[in-house]
């Protein structure tokens, strides 16, 4: 996309200004996503239009490249209109460091190492749960020829598919915004309520509730069907349990922030 088509799209007055700073970024699960100036603006790539998974990447990537270019554009005609000179701008040393300082604190935090023991813990499942899974379906298709009255084995497969794709989809997510949202309150609170912003930090710290609540829920779905896999369950959804305790006391106003069109 050409610069001035991309200045042209923003000029849609449905667009609703920052809805994508706190989304969780499932956008085929969005009901918003014509009012989103992200969405509209990013090629949407399916993987079944390409002949392999490597032409795929290729062009992700390229997107990820022309999405750069065109915000180095946007600056450098930002900072033309205002007189400063880019490459004047020297880099501050001990800004970098701070922030590398930042970075270290809010990965050693007790938070952010339970959402890490979470991720792996969830990560190890998956990855050995084929002969459980498998089991599962069997035992929902012979349930389904039996014709039980009490039991919808069409609704239960639909609940499981579901917990299938939230968990990994917020497997990683919720580790990345635990970080971000310790990060923001290191380094950008102060002004957020200088300017009587609601908190960057509050925003990212909801976008990982909204997962870690997700999340919860799907395992429970998973524990209610496969009662063979309480041992290994369990633990997560204790960690996952411990990991929601934690960021809403430690971000109290997280449940209340905001989201510009996602919660109004």
Known sequence: MKLNEFKSALDNPNLIPGIYNYCDRWCERCSMTARCSVFQTTPQLDPDDFANEEDFFKEVFKGVSDSFQLTMELLQES?????????????????????????????GSPMSILAMEYLDLGKKWLDNSGDALKELQENLQSTARMRLPHRNPEQESLALKDALEVIPYYLHQIYVK??????????????????????????????ALIGIDGSIKAWGTLLHHLSQQEDNILPILSRLEHLRKLVETSFPAARGFKRPGLDD
């Open 79 to 107: 900072a033309d209109e205002r007189g400063i000179d880019l490459d004047a701008i020297e880099v501050d040393d001990d800004w970098k460091e701070k922030r590398d300082r930042s970075k270290e604190e809010a990965q």
């Open 178 to 207: 635990v970080i971000r949202a310790q990060e923001g309150r290191e380094e950008d609170d102060a002004w957020f309520e200088e300017n009587n912003f609601p908190k960057d930090s509050d925003g990212s710290a909801k976008v």
